[in-house]
Every structure is written in structure tokens, then in C-alpha cells.
């Protein structure tokens, strides 16, 4: 028994299955979904869900709804590319959450330690989109179509702006390792070093999951879901919850590389890493909240706007990052 | 200009914030609470078969073809021109209150009764038996509360216990 539990405590089985791998980050899909429609009902005056445990504010919606999803037909329409609708959904899953791998849950704690983890969050951020638009293809509908052409655009926004506000942190600390990022900011934060790329950082966060106000893709109102339009039962579960997972380990980069990971934890109580992981998490979770609390917000920017924002604003505001970076290298660092 | 925009977008937030954490919140929390409604509310009508004269006005004046005379079920013996007399089909009605106003002997009258629901589409056909009955009492699990409406300036609308 008690080996059984070291096993499970190895950082190399642990993080991908515990946190923040599969076990916390499907216990945040199901909080965060019952957290924006409630957030969104309250500042629209509404209750939210109520009635499925009403003492707790219906905080086991998300758990019915998952039933839900398990328990529908999940319909394959004749005219569809089966081999792709089938297998995009779950490629899809996988790959949101695989970017956890990398991510240290407290100070020596990695499943991957390498000097390049940064680096390779960043490139397995950049697979799952590719399979958004395999669906949308395959799913041979005119609103999967351009919401997965919608998709590809907004790709071609986010990501460029996304790796230089990233890796001009990476100027900052000079380091690409997440864990010695972290280890940088033991005195100041990075928010507090270079504002402009954590401000541009949100703001793509926001337009790389498809939250409010560039949840253009799915764009309810206008082409029914977007890419997943044709999709039901379980297989609409996973393509909505992987944009949610998405948000989580961004949410968890940003905690790390902007908001000091596991600092201000005093260095005695940083071993065991429970109370690190612990703080990195909430620091995860006030992130994903400002995420999700923008629907209450804003409207939905029109996809030509989006695309104006990210080249015309974003890519630039992101390449002077880079320059305040090497700036405050220069005036002595970190 | 742009420093103007970047305002605008932080006093949307704070605006979104604000109502986050005050506690205005309009939801009337039906089965539980009803509203006490008011005299000359148009709900379903009750129809008095005693006072009903059969001069079939209100089926002349429904906009909506709602209201039709009906012959009834059993005719009684010896009667050879028996009277119609009126029924409602609640699928087409549009609680205009027509029938009301133009019925001579005050037989036809609103409810209050708004809120009841039917399986099947026949069931919301009222022939005259059924229609003078009166309408059909909704169910609720517990005696709900009543609560009157008021327009507030700040919160929008209150609800105040009768």
C-alpha cells in the first residue's frame, strides 16, 4: 500500500495524473463551467443553476451535465467523414491537456525536467487547433466550416504575439525552464517586471480559447457552434471541454511565469511541494476566473476586428515586450 | 484617444464587477413564489353555463377562431333544434379577452390561472361540459408564497410578500 502511494508520488506519475494532470484538470472542467454560468447569472442578475443541489447553489450541475453527455446518443450524421469526426474529438482532449506535462508542480518537482520546457509547452499548445479545423472539415457542415475557417484565422492571430510575450520572459530570466523561471522570481514578480507582455499575455489567452469577447469561433449566435456543430452526446463533451483545458494550462503557465509560481512561500515549507502546487493552482484558478468572468462583459468582437487587434495591436505591443525585456536585463535584471 | 478606450474597457469591467458582488438579482423563484396578480389580468376564462344564453357572440368576436358553439354530447330526446352552446380550444387562444367584454350576460370571465400545462393537444380542447367547469387549478408540491411586484429605482424590481 504504502508503495503503491510512493509510486503515485513520483513527480513522473504524478503530474501527469494528479495535478495538474488528468485528476485536477477534470475536476476544474466541471467547476470552471459551473463558475462562468454562475458568475455570468450574477452580474446579469440571474441565480444560474440552482436546483441540482440547491444548499450549495447547484455545484453538482456540471456533474449531471456530465451524465448528461455520457448517457446521449451521440448521433454521427451519414455525410460525414467518420474516421475524422470519431478521432479529432479525442486527439483533440488529448492534446489540450498534454501541455501539463511540462508544467512543475513546485520547486524540483517535474515530471520533464529540461532546460526547454518552455519551448515545449508552447509547441504542444500549437497541435491542438490543427485538429479544431480537422473536425470542422470533417464534419462537413457549412457552420463547422467557417467556424473552423474562423479558427484557422484566429490561429494565425494569436500564436506569434503568444510565443514572443512568452519568450520575452524568457529574455527577462534568461532562462527557457520553467521551474529556474519561477526560481527568478523570488523577489519580484514578473507582472511587476514587464507589464506589457502579462497585458498581452491575458488578451491572447482569452482570443486562444475562445473566450468572451473573441468567442468568435463558436459564435453561438451567429453559426450555431462553430466547428462542433454536428457533434453530440460524449463527443460534444470532450470538444467543449478541450477550449476549458486549453484556459487551464495557460491559466497554470501564467500563475508561473508571471505571477511567481509558488512565491512568496517561505523556502522551509516549499519541500514537501504540496502547499506550492497548492498556491500555483490558486493562482491558476483567479486567472481562469478573469477568463471566464469576461462573458458577463463584453459582446463578441467580429472576426475581422479580432485579426485587427492581434496584428495591428497585439504583435507590436509583443515586440516591445521583448525590448522592455532587454531593457530591464540591461538596467541589471532580475 | 486610445488611453479614453482603455478606460471605457476598465469601467466595463468595474461595471460587471459591481453587479458580481451587490446583490440585485430579478429571478422570481417560481413554484416557490407566485405573483399576487392583479384586478383585470387576462388568464384562462371561467365560463358559467347557467347564465350562458347561446347567442354565440363570442365565437362571432374571437380573433383567433378560439371559441366555437358546440353541439352537446347528448342530445336530449324530443329536443329537435338543440341549443350550441360555447367551448375553447386553449392551442389557438390569445387571451385577448374579446369574449369577455362582448359576452351580454357576464357568463364568460377571466382567471387568474395562467400556469398549467397539458400532455397532449387534445386535452387543451374545452367542449362545453368541461369548459364550465372552469379551468384547470395548477399543481404545485407546496402552498407557494405570493409576492406582489414593485418597480424599485435601484434594484429594478422587488418582491414584497402579501
Known sequence: MMDLLDLILQPWIFIPLIFPGLTTAFLVLLGIIWAERKIAAKVQMRYGPLYVLKPLGGAIQMIADLLRYLFAEPIIPKDVDKLTFIFAPLILFGLSYLPTIVLPAGPGFTAISSEMSLLILLGLLTLSPVFTMILAWGSNNKFSLIGGLREGYLVTTYEIPLFLSALSMAVLYGTLDITAMVEAQKNVWGIFLNPLAAIVFLVLILISTSKFPFEIAEAESEIVMGPFTEYSGIFYGLVMGASYLKLYVLSLLYALIFLGGWYPLPSFLQNPPFLAGIMVFVKGLVIMFIAIFMRAIYPRYRIDQAIQIGWHKLVPLAILSIFLSLLVVYLGGV | ?162
Not at chain 2, 396578480?37 to 347557467?50: A, V
Not at chain 2, 357572440?57 to 380573433?63: G, I, N, Q
Not at chain 2, 364550465?132 to 407557494?144: F, L, M, R, V
Open chain 2, 1 to 162: 484617444m486610445a488611453v479614453e478606450r482603455v478606460f471605457d474597457h476598465l469601467r466595463a469591467i468595474a461595471t460587471g464587477a459591481k453587479y458580481l458582488f451587490l446583490k440585485p438579482r430579478l429571478t422570481l423563484m417560481y413554484p416557490d413564489e407566485v405573483e399576487d396578480l392583479p384586478r383585470g389580468y387576462r388568464g384562462m376564462i371561467t365560463y358559467n353555463h347557467e347564465t350562458c344564453i347561446s347567442c354565440s357572440l363570442c365565437a362571432m368576436v374571437c380573433p383567433a377562431d378560439a371559441i366555437k358553439m358546440y353541439l352537446p354530447k347528448e342530445v336530449p330526446e324530443g329536443e329537435k333544434r338543440p341549443k350550441r352552446y360555447p367551448g375553447i380550444n386553449y392551442t389557438r387562444c390569445i387571451f385577448c379577452g374579446f369574449c369577455v367584454s362582448i359576452c351580454p350576460t357576464f357568463s364568460l370571465q377571466h382567471s387568474t390561472i395562467h400556469d398549467v400545462s397539458f400532455y397532449t393537444f387534445e386535452e387543451q380542447i374545452f367542449r362545453p361540459e368541461e369548459f364550465a367547469k372552469g379551468p384547470p387549478k395548477p399543481q404545485y408540491d407546496k402552498e407557494p408564497v405570493k409576492v406582489r411586484v414593485i418597480p424599485d429605482e435601484e434594484r429594478g424590481l422587488r418582491y414584497e410578500r402579501v
